[in-house]
């Protein structure tokens, strides 16, 4: 069964540094989407993308962050200047398509462990 | 903003049925869903149910939906040790594109 992959599966940075999560969506998907859960708290969404823009993104997806689909297969979470804060396990997910009377669903990937020293 | 509301924690004897309740806000909501995450794993969706049905059952697993109420809950037929895990609730608003989730419900499955 197709899945959606992430890389790496743990990454630890110093406060301050630059970091990219990596995630490789089912292949027929055309919706991307980024959420975080910070330890013990709720999944949240941070952003969506499809035809390679931003759709939707919430308040915590700030300058600091960006998305790119710089090829056929990858989909990036860059964080610029990495806050403590930003310690989370960060989940991407993928999508068919949206609507047409029909749940077409998310599908997570295993998340990237991000440990912010 | 949206909100999801869960129980936190569940436990239930090997072989009963568990419960997991929701209740939501968004009265938009088009798509609810479960979705179950093991120590450490992503998020592996269980089920969903479109607003406009009542009931949907799946194997051990039986959705129940009072969209007048707002509420969302889960069933698991005899449930087993591998049950155990934390269940996450979440709804789709119409026309997002975002999954609003609950904090999720622990359910520990005792021998």
């Known amino acids: 069964e197709p899945e959606v992959t992430q890389t790496p599966s743990h990454q630890v940075t110093q406060m301050g540094q630059e970091v990219i999560l990596r995630c490789v969506p089912i292949s027929n998907h055309l919706y991307f989407y980024w959420y975080r859960q910070i330890l013990g708290q709720k999944v949240e969404f941070l952003v969506s993308f499809y035809n390679n823009e931003i759709s939707e993104k919430s308040e915590i997806f700030d300058d600091q962050f960006s998305v790119e689909r710089p090829d056929g297969s990858n989909f990036t979470l860059k964080i610029r200047s990495t806050k403590l804060e930003d310690s989370a396990m960060y989940f991407c997910?993928?999508?068919?398509?949206f609507g047409q009377g029909k749940a077409d669903t998310q599908y997570f990937g295993p998340g990237t462990r991000l440990t912010v020293l | 903003g949206e909100d999801v509301e869960q129980s936190l924690f569940l436990s239930v004897r090997e072989g009963d049925s568990s419960v997991i309740n929701c209740t939501y806000t968004?009265?938009?909501?088009?798509?609810l869903y479960w979705y179950k995450q093991e120590p450490g794993a992503g998020l592996q969706l269980l089920t969903y149910?479109?607003?406009?049905?009542d009931m949907k059952q799946d194997q051990r697993l039986t959705v129940l939906l009072n969209k007048k109420d707002k509420h969302l809950s889960l069933r698991i037929a005899d449930t087993q040790t591998g049950d155990s895990a934390i269940y996450f609730c979440?709804?789709?608003?119409?026309?997002?594109?975002?999954?609003?989730f609950g904090k999720g419900t622990k359910l520990s499955v005792i021998p």
């Open positions: 968004d009265s938009s909501s088009t798509y």
């Open positions: 979440a709804e789709e608003g119409a026309g997002s594109y975002q999954l609003t």
């Open positions: 149910i479109f607003s406009n049905m």
């Open positions: 997910a993928s999508r068919a398509s």
